[in-house]
């Protein structure tokens, strides 16, 4: 599903650049909690943000969003690490290691710093802010060619989507899909927003709806081990497809917000 990392990245950075309100970017992150809260990880971070260190009373997130705008900071960008491939976090350390355990951060690279979300209790996400000993900016993806990548990865992936049968006898497939995507927050985006990362998203949300009924598949746990793992290698190249998809669509809004806020300062 798209992370809270996304919602924060794209929201903030249309804030930012005049494009939408501060209720606006709070009322976005209802989706991924009822309530958010901000900490520093680090003395840097707490001090360039005005925020409490970790274990501390926590700050909110409108005390961040001053903060952002305080440092200059006119964009975000959203990474979605996974073992194996941590472009865009500027190498180890604390923020590395917290941003793949959560498998999502927004970078500002601008500043040198991450956030990473995390929920801590029911209704509750923590966003965690690290400073970053080298910032790496991500290598810019196209979101012409992210799509494009998508469609290869799902026609490379129909023979293996058939061979497991994912939908074979199995006629309430359909009525699955629409379950699974609509127990997902439901995630607004602001005016703005360019309709093809719209569309890439929502595509997306919808193969990421497959790989996750794809996965479980397994009645009675039939599968042997061997065969569970052929599966999810099957799946592997269309599951790196869709977070590339992704992060290219949250990626350009955020530049398209920035380039606005540029034009109109």
């Given at each position: 599903?798209?992370?809270?990392?996304?919602?924060?990245?794209?929201?903030?950075?249309?804030?930012?650049?005049?494009a939408a309100a501060s209720d606006d970017v709070l009322d976005s992150l209802e989706a991924w909690g009822e309530?958010?809260?901000?900490?520093?990880?680090?003395?840097?971070?707490?001090?360039?943000?005005?925020?409490?260190?970790?274990?501390?009373?926590?700050?909110?997130?409108?005390?961040?969003?001053?903060?952002?705008?305080?440092?200059?900071?006119?964009?975000?960008?959203?990474?979605?690490?996974?073992?194996?491939?941590?472009?865009?976090?500027?190498?180890?350390?604390?923020?590395?290691?917290?941003?793949?355990?959560?498998?999502?951060?927004?970078?500002?690279?601008?500043?040198?710093?991450?956030?990473?979300?995390?929920?801590?209790?029911?209704?509750?996400?923590?966003?965690?802010?690290?400073?970053?000993?080298?910032?790496?900016?991500?290598?810019?993806?196209?979101?012409?060619?992210?799509?494009?990548?998508?469609?290869?990865?799902?026609?490379?992936?129909?023979?293996?989507?058939?061979?497991?049968?994912?939908?074979?006898?199995?006629?309430?497939?359909?009525?699955?899909?629409?379950?699974?995507?609509?127990?997902?927050?439901?995630?607004?985006?602001?005016?703005?927003?360019?309709?093809?990362?719209?569309?890439?998203?929502?595509?997306?949300?919808?193969?990421?709806?497959?790989?996750?009924?794809?996965?479980?598949?397994?009645?009675?746990?039939?599968?042997?081990?061997?065969?569970?793992?052929?599966?999810?290698?099957?799946?592997?190249?269309?599951?790196?497809?869709?977070?590339?998809?992704?992060?290219?669509?949250?990626?350009?809004?955020?530049?398209?917000?920035?380039?606005?806020?540029?034009?109109?300062?």
């Amino acid at each position: 599903m798209c992370r809270p990392s996304a919602t924060l990245a794209v929201w903030s950075s249309a804030w930012l650049n005049g494009a939408a309100a501060s209720d606006d970017v709070l009322d976005s992150l209802e989706a991924w909690g009822e309530a958010h809260d901000v900490v520093a990880a680090d003395a840097p971070a707490a001090e360039a943000f005005e925020l409490p260190l970790a274990f501390n009373r926590a700050a909110t997130p409108v005390q961040l969003m001053m903060a952002l705008r305080a440092q200059g900071a006119k964009s975000a960008q959203l990474v979605l690490p996974v073992p194996g491939d941590v472009r865009g976090l500027g190498g180890g350390g604390p923020f590395t290691e917290a941003a793949l355990r959560c498998g999502d951060a927004v970078v500002l690279t601008e500043l040198g710093f991450g956030l990473v979300p995390e929920p801590i209790a029911e209704g509750l996400m923590r966003w965690t802010v690290y400073s970053l000993s080298a910032p790496a900016p991500l290598e810019y993806q196209s979101l012409p060619d992210a799509e494009h990548g998508l469609t290869d990865a799902i026609r490379a992936s129909a023979g293996a989507l058939q061979t497991l049968d994912v939908a074979s006898d199995r006629p309430s497939v359909r009525a699955e899909l629409s379950a699974h995507l609509r127990s997902q927050p439901q995630v607004e985006w602001p005016a703005g927003m360019p309709a093809r990362s719209l569309r890439v998203l929502q595509r997306a949300e919808e193969i990421s709806a497959i790989l996750a009924i794809a996965r479980t598949d397994d009645p009675g746990g039939a599968l042997s081990a061997s065969a569970a793992v052929q599966r999810a290698e099957a799946l592997r190249p269309l599951a790196d497809a869709v977070r590339t998809a992704r992060t290219a669509a949250v990626n350009e809004a955020v530049r398209v917000f920035a380039d606005q806020g540029d034009r109109h300062p």
